[in-house]
């Protein structure tokens, strides 16, 4: 059923409205006096004030007499708008009148010896719905065909193709005079609309045309081929046997100079054929299109039909052979390309190419050493750590390459790289026992220029629990000894801060240099009382460097590795001397680091919680317990090898999932899809593409059907608009796409009366924006129709969308009537997505992001594993904390949660509930979450969501 707001409309025009539009009579009065400036003024209002909803039909006389025999070109372009949106028919369907005029006027207009008047006009009727209008002007638009300028033959084409297909009875043998006029014509662009034209009405004649061309495709203009390879994907997917026909042609088009021909090409040639030269040929030309392309959107949208090649397992191994030339790839600048390019190459990496694969690698680290610090540069050094890492544990032969060279890594500024390859050595010296004493010779080497103090503190932990023999524990020591610098600690710090020298100092002398004051005269400066101080705060050795700015977890952790040492020192030597010796010094250490942070020379004091960690250390050397010896010699690497064991069976379900995924079965017994009668979701690889992409572009992103029940059905998301006893029955589908929203109104007229000048109105709140107004329309008794009505999205909260329907009832003389309408509430939850990210990254935004909305727990849930489940499913967001953490019964439990939004929005949640063992089982948990995002409107619209799901819907069905 066609209604008002199904219209034909091609022109988008953008209305100011800060001005007040002027009234029908001052129109019609500067259209008939004023001079060629206010009459293009006046037509431009009037043409605003239509796509507004006015009618004003007695302006259409003084338009026909006074503007349309204007030869005035700015005139002529807004005729052309303007009778592409005015109404052309009588309510009852009849064609007005001075349409008659209109069309003997077009007629002369195709007839022009100026081409752009003509090629306009042709475009302009490409948009016309009445045949009525079209029929006395196809003798004209034949004789367009002949025109000696290419812009009126191939507006021409573009005319017919569109009269032909709406209207295939005017001129009845298109196809045949296109094809004629084909195979005279030489402009590429005349050329491809003709084309183009047969393909979608007489493939056989474009078959035809294309069979005697087929040598000579490689000389034709981008646009034609293009449609070239469109005519050819068509055909080959209704008739496969025709394939063999045309794939040589494919393979041509694979070397155009056109990228956008090359592209289309090698799309086509892997949905024809799945021989290995064709996939090779393919993937070939996708990575030299990413090399060669300098706009970084087309490199991500061609890498990721690189990455959707590899999904195929059949695709995967023709890949495996070209992950060198994927490689070429990081010569890119953009951080996210890379990341895609790393990832595709980890994944299609095999044992034949880890080797080159390494030493490529190897290359890009070196170059990321030599150019200058940015932003992107560290986080692109840490992208490379990240993939080397994952090299050696897919393939552990090629650690003992790899860690030599990450380990000059650990004295980088980047705080973020260095980090990722101390979790890569702490992996790699618990998994490869013979890699070793290779990671403990060169961790020693480089522990003395490490710059970070997380760095150092876990280089210390690693130090402290893999260093067994004498030696290593000897070399260790002498380490922390130079890196704490002269001890006692406080003593030392002291006599510097009161400013005496050591013999070392007083060797140099008390030098002094002359400064010339603004008088003139000379000044001495001791270089003994004013650099010194400079230079021994510059000179401090780097762990008393961290004591000394408050640091005394580091000193905590040093007391830990102190302890180790220590108890296997005594483990491993004989010598009674050397044993208590060692013992001494370790906590003459521990207590000098207790006695600074008491002292209060440094920046802060040190806590509680440090104190007793010290005290706990000096207490079991003091002692020597055999449980205590246990779990500082044993239990920290037990602990250490069951969260690597779990983290390597976490990603082997992941890997398992994405193979068995991978896996495709076909059974002789399958059914055949039918794409009318089936949904989007169910129609396989078979379904045509380029209707498909079509389909996606136009509707949204197609998902995966899985729930047959109503929620997941498009009834869930109509709402009702206005009740069952109002004149006007209004209820609205909602379909989100991810920019937009598409409210889909149905509005029933259930009254006797006929309702003139029906129209929705709607407004917005929230960061929500109405693109067009609806056209207003006229409905029958009992009559109805459909309404759409386009909502621009900008950011991730929540909005609502209000209104009301105006109309007017036939013959009636009172005012308009209002049915004012429920409130459309948007949900956050259609814009946010599961998503992952580590727990430094996490932590780095939580830090970051400055909004914080702080929900308190209300629920009527018992269980705090019930009441977490309960929550990622309302907030449709993922818990990053493993299940083994969260496993148990404590009484306690805190987790991170983490969304993206469809706008690259990140919103992080960290659950903190609990449920005392002295509650009675019935009892609520209590507790809070705490919600951090970059936006306020997200930090708060997600803290509304979770305070309206919170509880549990507990009733039954009624």
Known sequence: ??????????????????????????????????????????????????????????????????????????????????????????????????????????????????????????????KLKEPELLEPL?????????????????????????????????????PELIHTFLEGEQDASCKRNAFMMLIHVDQERALEYLSTCIDQINTFGDILQLVIVELVYKVCHVNPSERARFIRCIYNLLQSSSPAVRYEAAGTLVTLSSAPTAIKAAASCYIELIIKESDNNVKLIVLDRLIGLKEDPTHEKVLQDLVMDILRVLSASDLEVRRKTLDLAMDLVTSRNVGEMVLVLK?????????????????????????????????????????????EFLSDTNELAAMDVLVFVREAIQRFEQLKP???????????????????????????????????????????????????????????????????????????????????????????????????????????????????FSGACLATVLTKLALRYVEITEDQKKRNAFLAEAMLIMATILHLGKSGLA????????????????????????????????????????????????????????????????????????????????????????????????????????????????????????????????????????????????????????????????????????????????????DFCNIKANVKVASTENGIIFGNIVYDVSGAANDRSVVVLNDIHIDIMDYIIPASCTDAEFRSMWAEFEWENKVTVNTNIHELHAYLKHILQATNMRCLTPEKALSGECGFMAANLYARSIFGEDALANVSVEKPASAAPDAPVTGHIRIRAKSQGMALSLGDKINVSQKKDTSGPK
């Not at 037509?43 to 239509?50: C, G, V």
């Open 1 to 126: 059923m066609t209604t008002a707001s199904e219209q034909p409309c091609y022109t988008l025009i953008n209305m100011s409205m800060d001005s007040e539009p002027p009234n029908e009579m001052q129109l019609k009065n500067d259209i008939e006096n004023g001079d060629a400036k206010t009459k293009t003024t006046a037509l431009k209002n009037l043409i605003y004030m239509i796509l507004n909803g006015e009618k004003m039909p007695s302006l259409l006389m003084p338009v026909i007499r006074f503007l349309l025999p204007m030869q005035d070109h700015t005139v002529k372009k807004l005729l052309l708008i303007f009778w592409e949106i005015v109404p052309k028919t009588h309510p009852d369907g009849k064609l007005l009148q001075e349409m008659i005029l209109v069309c003997d006027a077009y007629r002369k207009d195709l007839q022009h010896p100026n081409e752009f008047i003509r090629g306009s006009t042709l475009r302009f009727l490409c």
């Open 138 to 174: 196809m003798p004209a638009i034949r004789a367009c065909l002949e025109h000696r300028h290419s812009y009126v033959r191939r507006n021409a084409v573009m005319a017919i193709f569109t009269i032909f297909k709406n209207f295939d009875q005017l001129i009845p043998d298109a």
């Open 363 to 407: 290359k890009e680290v070196t170059k990321t050493e030599n150019a200058g610090e940015h932003e992107d540069t560290g986080k692109y050094r840490q992208l490379l750590v990240r993939t080397l890492h994952a090299c050696s544990v897919k393939f552990p032969d090629m650690a003992a390459q790899v860690i030599p060279l990450l380990m």
């Open 438 to 552: 290779i990671i403990i010779e060169k961790l020693l080497e480089v522990f003395p220029t490490i710059k970070a103090v997380k760095i150092h503190r876990a280089a210390l932990w690693i130090l402290g629990e893999y260093c067994t023999t004498i030696d290593n524990i000897q070399s260790l020591m002498n380490e922390v000894r130079s890196s704490l610098g002269e001890i006692p600690i406080v003593d030392d710090e002291t006599r510097k801060a009161k400013g005496e020298v050591t013999e070392d100092d007083t060797m140099q002398g008390p030098s002094s240099q002359r400064l010339v004051t603004e008088m003139g005269t000379y000044a001495t400066q001791s270089a003994l009382s004013s650099a010194k101080p400079k230079k021994s705060e510059e000179n401090r050795p780097p762990l008393r460097g961290f004591l000394m700015e408050g640091d005394f």
């Open 603 to 782: 920046t802060k004091n040190i806590t509680d919680d440090d104190v007793d960690r010290i005290a706990t250390c000096v207490k079991v050397l003091a002692e020597r317990h055999s449980i205590m010896s246990e779990i500082f010699s044993n239990g920290c690497r037990s602990s250490l090898h069951a969260m690597l064991l779990a983290k390597q069976a976490e990603e082997k379900e992941v890997h398992k999932d994405l193979f068995e995924k991978k896996v495709i079965s076909v059974q002789a017994d399958d059914p055949i899809n039918f794409m009318q009668l089936l949904a989007t979701a169910d129609s396989g690889s078979t379904e045509d593409q380029l209707t498909l992409s079509l389909t996606l572009a136009t509707m949204g992103t197609a998902t995966k059907k899985e729930h047959t029940d109503i929620s997941s059905s498009k009834l869930s998301k109509v709402t009702q608009l206005t009740g069952f006893s109002d004149p006007v029955y209004a209820e609205a589908y909602i379909n989100i796409n991810q920019y937009d929203i598409v409210l889909d109104v149905l509005i029933v007229n259930q009254t006797s009366d006929t309702l003139q000048n029906c129209s929705l109105e709607l407004a917005t709140l929230g960061d929500l924006k109405l693109v067009e107004k609806p056209q207003p329309m006229t409905l029958a008794p009992h």
